[in-house]
């Protein structure tokens, strides 16, 4: 399936993988990927975005790209996101279940 799973213009071919550790999601994206998508180094999963968005900035991170909506549910089903540069200068992701 081709889909855009960015809030750039971009084109990827997704598909999901279920593993014996949960689903993973694999991206071969068919134009070049947009910064910062591909860099993160890891992520945490939040109940609230808002509240984990505000608890990551008075810990010392930027928001790097504002929270959007997954689209279509490519990447799980729904979720929402943030991409984020933490205190020490890694790259990080939010995720919120709808």
């Known amino acids: 399936m081709t889909t855009d799973v960015t809030p750039y213009p ?22 070049p990927i947009p910064y910062p998508f591909g860099e993160e180094r890891g992520g945490d999963l ?5 509240a984990g968005v505000a ?7 930027q928001v790097v790209v504002s929270t959007w909506n997954d689209p279509l ?3 799980t089903t729904g979720e929402r996101l943030c991409q984020l540069l933490d205190s020490f200068g890694n790259l990080v992701g939010l995720r919120q279940a709808p």
Do not use: C, K, N
């Not at 939040?46 to 808002?50: E, H, I, W, Y």
């Not at 608890?55 to 991170?61: K, P, Q, T, Y």
């Open 73 to 75: 549910g490519t990447i």
């Open 55 to 61: 608890a990551a900035e008075r810990a010392g991170a």
């Open 10 to 31: 971009s084109e990827t071919l997704s598909e999901l993988v279920l593993s014996p550790v949960g689903t993973l999601s694999v991206f071969d994206f068919q134009t």
């Open 46 to 50: 939040v109940t609230s975005m808002p």
